[in-house]
């Protein structure tokens, strides 16, 4: 089993960055595929990012390809979500997630972080 604790968020200026930090506890956290999601006031739960087990392949939300990324370093399990050119819509509190298989819906996953809150002001 493994646990995750998230980190980073906090308040940003539209335009701005954050790095999103996830760190897991356990041996096996390189055998799961990591992802990001986040959850704005009254919406559902949404896919951000996904990254496979040894980070060879990564997967991106429309909303935010080509502004977030997606990393890992096994040395640290740990991985990262860097987020750039931050908009008011991006502000909800992230999650990030662990599960044995690669997808996007929630349901992929079975071990969730705490959240960290990111706001974005305009």
């Known amino acids: 089993q493994v646990q995750l604790v998230e980190s980073g968020g906090g308040l940003v200026q539209a335009g701005g960055s954050l790095r999103l930090s996830c760190a897991a506890s356990?041996?096996?956290?390189?055998?799961?595929?990591m992802g990001w999601f986040r959850q704005a006031p009254g919406k559902e739960r949404e896919f951000v990012a996904v990254?496979?087990?040894?980070?060879?392949?990564?997967f991106y939300a429309d909303s935010v390809k080509g502004r977030f990324t997606i990393s890992r370093d096994s040395a640290k399990n740990t991985v990262y979500l860097q987020m750039n050119s931050l908009k008011p819509e991006d502000t909800a509190v992230y999650y990030c997630?662990?599960?044995?298989?690669?997808?996007?819906?929630?349901?992929?996953?079975?071990?969730w972080g705490q959240g960290t809150q990111v706001t974005v002001s305009s």
């Open positions: 356990g041996r096996t956290f390189s055998r799961f595929v």
């Open positions: 997630a662990a599960g044995s298989y690669w997808g996007t819906p929630p349901s992929t996953f079975n071990t």
């Open positions: 990254i496979s087990w040894n980070g060879g392949s990564t």
